[in-house]
C-alpha cells in the first residue's frame, strides 16, 4: 500500500520561509512521479511543483523563483522548500505522485500552510 | 489562464444517474482524468484516461470526453457518492502544466 505523509506546515510571517517534508512508503521516489499540489477554498486545486521524467523539474509561475523541490533518494522523502512567502500561498499542500505524470494516482493528508501576520 | 469549467453543484436522486461536466475549447483533444473528494479527506482519483479506472472505483463511474464537454457520469447514485468531484487535464505544452476544473459538489437527495 502506497502511503505519502506530508509534515512541515504551519503558520509563517509574510516573506518569511517554510520546508515541507513528504516520506513516502510503498513506493520509491527515485522512480515515480512525484509532485506537490495545494488546495484553497477560493482557487481550489493548483499545481504548485513536481519531478517529471528524468529528474527534470517544473514549477507553476506563480511560485517559481520563490519554491525549490527536492527529494532524498535515501530518505524516500520529497521536500518543497517555500521562501518569500505570501498571503496567497496559504493553503492546505498535498504531497502527490503516481507511475506517470498525467495524472495522480496517490495522495497525502496535506500539511496546511498559513501566511499572515 | 488554463480555465476547466464544472457546474458548481448537481442533485440527484438516490438510484439516478448524475453527469458531471468539465468544458474547455477542444477538450476532446486531451486527456480528461476525475477526482473524487469527501470533506476532509485528499482527492481520490476515479477516472483517468478520458475512462478508465482504477482498481477498486466501482464500474458505475465512467466517463466520456469529446469536442468541448469531458463527462463523469455516475450510475445508480448512492449516499456514499456524495462528494466534490474535479476534472483534470495535463498540458506539457502550455506554462501551467496542469489544469483542474473548479469542482462539483454532488448532493444525494
Known amino acids: 500500500e502506497v502511503q505519502l505523509v506530508e509534515s512541515g506546515g504551519g503558520l509563517v510571517q509574510p516573506g518569511g520561509s517554510l520546508r515541507l517534508s513528504c516520506v513516502a512508503s510503498g513506493l520509491v521516489v527515485s522512480t515515480h512521479y512525484l509532485s506537490w499540489i495545494r488546495q484553497t477554498p477560493g482557487k481550489g486545486l493548483e499545481w504548485v511543483s513536481g519531478f517529471h521524467g528524468g529528474g527534470a523539474i517544473d514549477y507553476a509561475l506563480s511560485v517559481k523563483g520563490r519554491f525549490t523541490i527536492s527529494r532524498d533518494d535515501y530518505k524516500n522523502t520529497l521536500f518543497l522548500q517555500m521562501d518569500t512567502l505570501r498571503a496567497e500561498d496559504t493553503a492546505l499542500y498535498f504531497c502527490?505522485?503516481?507511475?506517470?505524470?498525467?495524472?495522480?494516482?496517490?495522495w497525502g493528508q496535506g500539511t496546511p500552510v498559513t501566511v499572515s501576520s | 489562464s488554463y480555465v476547466l469549467t464544472q457546474p458548481p453543484s448537481v442533485s440527484v436522486a438516490p438510484g439516478k444517474t448524475a453527469r458531471i461536466t468539465c468544458g474547455r475549447d477542444?477538450?476532446?483533444?486531451?486527456?480528461v482524468h476525475w477526482y473524487q473528494q469527501k470533506p476532509g479527506q485528499a482527492p481520490v482519483l476515479v477516472i483517468y484516461y478520458d475512462n478508465d479506472r482504477p482498481s477498486g472505483i466501482p464500474e458505475r463511474f465512467s466517463g466520456s470526453n469529446s469536442g468541448n464537454t469531458a463527462t463523469l457520469t455516475i450510475s445508480r447514485v448512492e449516499a456514499g457518492d456524495e462528494a466534490d468531484y474535479y476534472c483534470?487535464?495535463?498540458?506539457?505544452?502550455?506554462?501551467?502544466?496542469?489544469?483542474f476544473g473548479t469542482g462539483t459538489k454532488v448532493t444525494v437527495l
Open positions: 477542444n477538450i476532446g483533444s486531451k486527456s
Open positions: 502527490v505522485g503516481g507511475r506517470g505524470n498525467i495524472f495522480f494516482e496517490y
Open positions: 483534470q487535464v495535463w498540458d506539457g505544452n502550455s506554462d501551467h502544466f496542469y489544469a
